[in-house]
């Protein structure tokens, strides 16, 4: 772990592997810890409804009083906190607008659980817009906007991860603060439904938000050889077309990949997604699935500063886009 990381505020904001629901949530956890990071996002809903989605959250503070090395972060000034007392901050984040519903008085609640970050849609068509796998793009709803009002009246970032190019385009036309793609890679580098485009990494920028970058191998390159230096490829598109302020981390660690998963579980993991229709075999490929050799899980997140430092990248930049990015976005969005 090189001095730059150690002394880094790391925010990985995109974790579906932290489900309180599962057993091994504390093994989980520990890995996030090891792999020095200072705070992460759990995924905390996805197609839930409001109900489940309470209990979940019910579940991950039973989680969080009995270690007393976890925080909620809150404010940004909590990030500071959690750096300095040497705890896991979370950052409660959804990968979809469904938990919400219709009745937007609900993020209040959501608001005061910890709730700080949503995602609008999750590949699929909801009461916002499209998700990234609908191909007719549909674009916002009118009750999007009002989703967008709303998070931005209470203080709770637009993320724009999984959802249709001219839903996200509307998108950033709508907010009033900076909105983020929390975990997505460049098309231009290796194309994909689920990476967002130079035209989607200017206007980002120009709305003060960042990109971030995903560390799943199937979203980074076709090459048979992958690793993490093939993931910095991605974050050199993204500076040279907008600059390294609008570059952070969504490495989206996942309880159905290897080495967490079986072959045989991560089977029944794909088939159940595909036949759902949650996931297009368009986008997601065939088991194995895992993350990228030097990301194989999130202890081993440090790997990506040397990665940096390999390519060249100056230690502000290095910083600014391991953490200190995240916190300029949160810091104009949240109240």
Not at 55 to 69: A, L
Not at 182 to 196: D, G, K
Not at 203 to 212: I, N, T
Request: aromatic letters at 8%; glycine letters at 8%; proline letters at 4%.
């Amino acid at each position: 772990m090189n001095e730059i990381y150690r002394n880094s505020v790391v925010i990985d904001l995109v974790a579906p592997i932290l489900d309180p629901t599962r057993d091994k949530i504390d093994q989980y956890l520990d890995l996030y810890v090891r792999g020095g990071i200072t705070a992460v996002g759990p995924t905390v809903a996805i197609d839930h409804d409001f109900d489940e989605t309470l209990r979940i959250f019910t579940k991950w503070y039973e989680v969080i009083h009995r270690r007393k090395d976890l925080m909620v972060i809150r404010r940004v000034e909590d990030f500071d906190t959690a750096k300095k007392e040497g705890k896991l901050g979370l950052v409660m984040h959804f990968q979809n607008s469904v938990p919400i519903g219709l009745d937007l008085n609900r993020l209040a609640i959501l608001h005061a659980l910890g709730l700080r970050v949503v995602q609008l849609t999750y590949n699929r068509r909801n009461f916002v817009g499209d998700g990234c796998t609908v191909p007719e793009d549909g674009g916002l709803t009118d009750f999007g906007r009002k989703m967008i009002a709303a998070l931005n009246d209470h203080g709770i970032v637009v993320d724009m991860s999984h959802t249709s190019i001219r839903t996200t385009m509307e998108a950033m036309e709508s907010t009033q603060k900076p909105p983020i793609f929390s975990h997505n890679n460049v098309n231009e580098i290796h194309p994909s439904l689920r990476a967002v485009n130079r035209e989607q990494i200017r206007a980002v920028a120009a709305k003060r938000g960042v990109v971030g970058l995903v560390g799943c191998e199937y979203f980074i390159t076709s090459e048979p050889e992958k690793s993490i230096d093939d993931l910095v490829r991605h974050a050199d598109f993204i500076a040279e077309e907008v600059g390294t302020d609008h570059i952070s981390l969504g490495i989206d660690h996942y309880w159905g990949h290897a080495p967490h998963a079986s072959i045989e579980d991560q089977w029944t993991m794909y088939n159940y997604q595909i036949d759902t229709g949650t996931w297009d075999p368009s986008t997601w490929p065939k088991p194995p699935l895992k993350h990228v050799d030097g990301l194989e899980t999130p202890s081993t997140t440090f790997n990506l500063a040397d990665a940096f430092v390999r390519r060249g990248y100056k230690e502000e930049d290095i910083r600014k886009i391991l953490g200190g990015n995240l916190i300029r976005v949160f810091s104009e969005n949240w109240v």
